[in-house]
C-alpha cells in the first residue's frame, strides 16, 4: 500500500487546484504534482487542465473535518464550516452547546485517534 499521508505543502497544492489555476501553476503546485497524480488525488484532461478527483476532493475534506474538529476541541466558538459542522454533527462527534459546538466523547476518542496515527 503507498503511504497515502500528505505533507502541508502536498495539501497546499490540492487546495490550489480545487480553488482553480489560472495560468501557470504555482511552485507548489508543480513540486507536488507527480506524487499527488500518481496518488490518483489529481488528473490531466487531454488538454493539459489539472483537476482534483474525487479521492483528492474527500483527503481535502477530511482534513477540514479533522482541523474543524481540532479547533472545536480547544474553543467550543470557533469559526468552522457549515459543510464540516453539519457532516461532524452528523457523525455525533459535535453537539449544540451554549456558545458554539461541544465535542463529544465520540469526537475526542477520534482526536486521540488521529494523535496517535500521527496526522
Known sequence: MKDEKLTTDEYN???EVRRGI???PSAC???NTKR????????FARNGHLSLTDKGKEKLFLRRCILGLRALAD????KVDDEVLAFLGKKS????ADNGFAVTDKGRE???????QGL
Open 29 to 31: 503546485v508543480a513540486r
Open 93 to 96: 462527534h459535535i453537539t449544540p
Open 36 to 43: 499527488l497524480s500518481g496518488l490518483k488525488m489529481l488528473s
Open 13 to 15: 497544492a490540492l487546495d
Open 75 to 78: 474553543d467550543a466558538s470557533a
Open 110 to 116: 477520534t482526536l486521540a485517534d488521529i494523535e496517535a
Open 22 to 24: 489560472q495560468g501557470r
